[in-house]
Structure formats: C-alpha cells, structure tokens
T-cell receptor, first 111, second 111 residues
Framework: DAEITQSPRHKITETGRQVTLACHQTWNHNNMFWYRQDLGHGLRLIHYSYGVHDTNKGEVSDGYSVSRSNTEDLPLTLESAASSQTSVYFC??????????FGQGTRLTVV | RKEVEQDPGPFNVPEGATVAFNCTYSNSASQSFFWYRQDCRKEPKLLMSVYSSGNEDGRFTAQLNRASQYISLLIRDSKLSDSATYLCVVARSGGSYIPTFGRGTSLIVHP
C-alpha cells in the first residue's frame, strides 16, 4: 500500500544546531507540503513543492528550507534551531484538487 | 482575517445528539473543500470531501455554500468515538494548489 512516512518521530536538539526532518511518500504525488502545528494556531504551512526541483515558501518559512531532488522525498531543514521551532511537524502529499495524505508527524523539541 | 475560520469549541454533547460545525473561507477562488478528523495531535485524516451538491456518508453530512463561502458538517447520532478535532480544509484553484486548514473544532461526546 502507498504511504507517507516521516522520520524521526521524536527529536530533541539544542539551540543553534542544524536539524533535518525526513519525509518520504510512495503515492507518486507531485505535491508535497510541510506544516507545523502549535496550540492556538492550527496547521501552518512552512514550505511546499509541486514537483522535482520546485520549492515554495509558505506562511511561516523563516528559518526553514526544503529541497526536492526526486518525487518521493521532501526533507525539511532547520538551519539553526530555535526554541520557537519546538512544534509538531507534519508532512503531506497530494495530487491537485485531491485530498492530502499525512505522515504521522515529528515531535521536535529545541532546548 | 484568516483564510479559513472555525469555531474552536469545544462542543460538548451527549451520545446520540446531533451536532453541526460551520467553517467560513475568504478566498472565492477556492475549488476544493474537505473535512478532516484529528485525534490527540495524531496526523489529520480525511473524513470526507465536500461537493457543491452536498454529500452524505453514513451519519455525516457535508454541505457547501459558495455564495456565502461556508462549509458545514453535520454529525447525527453522535458516538463516543466521534470525540476528536474536526478540521476544515480549503484549497485554491489554478496553479497554486495549497490545502489551507482551519484551526479545528473540538468535539467531546460524553455518555
């Protein structure tokens, strides 16, 4: 069965370190998205991609970057982790005009 | 004004009750509409798509009013297992397909 997986599921890191969260989908979807979820804010879009070598900034992109070298993967990098980036991160994929499928999430704590 | 707005609740209802949630969206170019369910900060999962003609899936009915730019979800005969957060999702059309989430409405069904 097709799926979307995120790793790691939990991570604790120190302020200032570079962190990369992985997202891998086997749906063969062109669209991939990264969201963060915080109490009181709901899901907010960080970055998204419509295909290989395409990346775009979302509403909360500062301090984050993504790259898309193949269809299956969209890793999210925190260049220099800050305590404000403590959150739950969700990756999703979809075809246009269709529902998005989500990974199980990564709970990141920056200390 | 947020692009997608929902009443956060919580809605606290007894088993067997009927409960309705509304969601408003601001972008008239929106083309795709969904309701998702999220349990205890797990990943959101599609509950149902929302079509212009309205659609029903068992105890759940979704409706779209394009003129007033709102979406509704009706749950009949509530079960304890319906307790969750319900997320309204709207996606724009054209070359910029981005699922945008409301903050979610919390439902608590009690015995």
């Amino acid at each position: 069965d097709a799926e979307i997986t995120q790793s790691p599921r939990h991570k604790i890191t120190e302020t200032g370190r570079q962190v990369t969260l992985a997202c891998h989908q086997t749906w063969n979807h062109n669209n991939m998205f990264w969201y963060r979820q915080d109490l009181g804010h709901g899901l907010r879009l960080i970055h998204y991609s419509y295909g290989v070598h395409d990346t775009n900034k979302g509403e909360v992109s500062d301090g984050y970057s993504v790259s898309r070298s193949n269809t299956e993967d969209l890793p999210l990098t925190l260049e220099s982790a800050a305590s404000s980036q403590t959150s739950v991160y969700f990756c999703a994929s979809s075809e246009s005009f269709s529902e998005a499928f989500f990974g199980q999430g990564t709970r990141l704590t920056v200390v | 004004r947020k692009e997608v707005e929902q009443d956060p609740g919580p809605f606290n209802v007894p088993e067997g009750a009927t409960v309705a949630f509304n969601c408003t969206y601001s972008n008239s170019a929106s083309q795709s509409f969904f309701w998702y369910r999220q349990d205890c900060r797990k990943e959101p999962k599609l509950l149902m798509s929302v079509y212009s003609s309205g659609n029903e899936d068992g105890r759940f009915t979704a409706q779209l009013n394009r003129a007033s730019q709102y979406i509704s979800l009706l749950i009949r005969d509530s079960k304890l297992s319906d307790s969750a957060t319900y997320l309204c999702v709207v996606a724009r059309s054209g070359g910029s397909y981005i699922p945008t989430f409301g903050r979610g409405t919390s439902l608590i069904v009690h015995p």
